[in-house]
């Protein structure tokens, strides 16, 4: 089923919480991890994706997450210790399967609503939201429905189940509504630019990284006002452009 993970409650025990910075991480390959089986193409071969794997590269979740590579390998033989991740590598491409992957993604006859409110605190909206979202899911719970389609196909996608996006979001201190206000802005952004995506992965990992970025680029900015603000020192607002991340 695509639109969400599920996390338990139990997640805050684990040792994985306890740091920032690798719960973010594991949270982000969990998101990346494809739901169905595919096939991409890499190079010149055609490589099968079975459900819970992705196609990675130390180069490319040190770009991602702003680590050096070593930092990045470390953090992935730890996940790999601990029975979390399998990696596996053909021919200079690595492909790593998540553990105990189904745990993540199966409803176990739970209600869309039952499943959210497992993952965080719901506002009288988003409950609103949730309702809504039952009477609409039957349209998506094949693997293969609208896995390609037009730009206004995933923006429309995005805003009838965007509550795995928000239960993303919000791991970054912000709140269902910035979630929404930031997704409207992104629309804006990428559109001007003339971008488009391959498919509706494609759609919301480009979403999400841009998101990350942007809270990040947010946060340091606003600790350097602070400290301009304290030394009289005039504060002038950062272009559009600052916001923008590489995908």
Request: proline letters at 1%.
């Amino acid at each position: 089923m695509a639109g969400w993970i599920k996390i338990h409650r139990d997640i805050a025990t684990h040792w994985i919480f306890q740091d920032e910075c690798k719960f973010k991480w594991w949270i982000d390959l969990l998101l990346m991890a494809s739901y169905e089986d595919n096939k991409q193409l890499v190079g010149d071969r055609l490589i099968e994706v079975n459900r819970g794997q992705m196609i990675v590269s130390l180069s490319f979740l040190s770009k991602r997450w702003g680590k050096a590579k070593g930092t990045i390998l470390k953090f992935l033989e730890l996940l790999e210790s601990d029975h979390m991740i399998d990696r596996h590598t053909d021919r200079k491409v690595t492909i790593l399967t998540i553990c105990k992957y189904e745990s993540y993604q199966e409803a176990e006859k739970q209600s869309l609503t039952d499943v959210v409110n497992d993952c965080l605190p719901m506002t009288d909206r988003c409950l609103t939201e949730v309702k809504k979202l039952e009477e609409v899911k039957e349209i998506y719970n094949t693997p293969t429905a609208h896995t390609c389609g037009s730009e206004q196909d995933f923006i429309n996608r995005y805003r009838t189940e965007a509550m795995w996006a928000d239960v993303a979001l919000i791991l970054h201190a912000k709140s269902v509504d910035d979630c929404q206000h930031l997704f409207d802005r992104w629309i804006l952004e990428y559109q001007h630019k003339g971008q488009t995506h391959r498919d509706y992965t494609d759609f919301k990992a480009h979403f999400i990284q841009w998101a990350r970025i942007t809270i990040q680029k947010e946060k340091a900015n606003g600790n350097n006002n602070t400290q301009d603000k304290r030394r009289g020192v005039q504060v002038v607002a950062n272009k559009v452009e600052d916001y923008q991340g590489s995908f």
